[in-house]
């Protein structure tokens, strides 16, 4: 019994563990394999970033180089400029901000003097105003009455208010329905008074 348990223990003592060295491999070369890819990457951010940085410092040097051209542009254009031509234009824009300010002109206003005005016949399509530096506020109003007698005595109407002066027929014609639409122009003074110098309406 004690020579056979004796070359047991010898033969367990020599036998050499066993190893699986192929799964190790392949493991550190998977590790091996993940950093390679990971520095990898790690350098093409780097270098695409370099790039973007080096991009846009470059737009930041031209835009500022376009500021200073503009700059000088500027400069350049405030000393050709003639004073009393924005002194001019500055008197016209404050003129203009006045008459929006004040109001002066009242839809309900001309409304209530073409219902004053307008013969039982005919009716108004559009009113158009505009603002002319020499006349003042021009409308193009839009009739469409039965014939040229509503059309006159609109006009004759119109200038009696006072608010009214040189009313023009500047377009006529007869629609499908055998009805007059015209066209007039007229200068228009909110609050009734006439301009100075203003005369009868002009016939054509």
């Not at 370099?50 to 930041?60: K, P």
């Not at 013969?119 to 530096?133: L, M």
């Amino acid at each position: 019994m004690g020579p056979r348990c004796s070359r047991v223990i010898r033969t367990n003592l020599s036998t050499r563990p066993f190893y699986n060295e192929r799964a190790v491999h392949a493991w550190l070369l998977l590790m091996a394999a993940l950093v390679a890819i990971a520095t990898l990457f790690n350098v093409t951010r780097v270098l695409r970033y370099s790039r973007s940085d080096t991009q846009l410092a470059g737009e930041a040097t031209r835009d500022e180089n376009r500021a200073a051209d503009l700059r000088q542009q500027a400069a350049r254009l405030r000393a050709t400029v003639d004073p009393k031509q924005i002194d001019y234009a500055s008197n016209e824009a404050r003129q203009a901000n006045d008459l929006i300010d004040r109001r002066t002109f009242s839809w309900t206003e001309l409304f209530n003097k073409f219902e004053t005005t307008l013969p039982d016949e005919a009716r108004i399509t559009s009113v158009r105003p505009q603002i002319d530096k020499q006349r003042g506020i021009i409308l193009n109003i839009a009739v469409v009455s039965r014939g040229v007698d509503d059309v006159h005595s609109f006009m004759e109407r119109l200038l009696e208010t006072g608010a009214f002066a040189d009313v023009d027929p500047v377009e006529e014609h007869v629609d499908e329905a055998g009805m007059l639409e015209s066209m007039l122009e007229a200068n228009y003074t909110p609050g009734g008074s006439r301009p100075a110098g203003r005369g009868p309406s002009r016939r054509r």
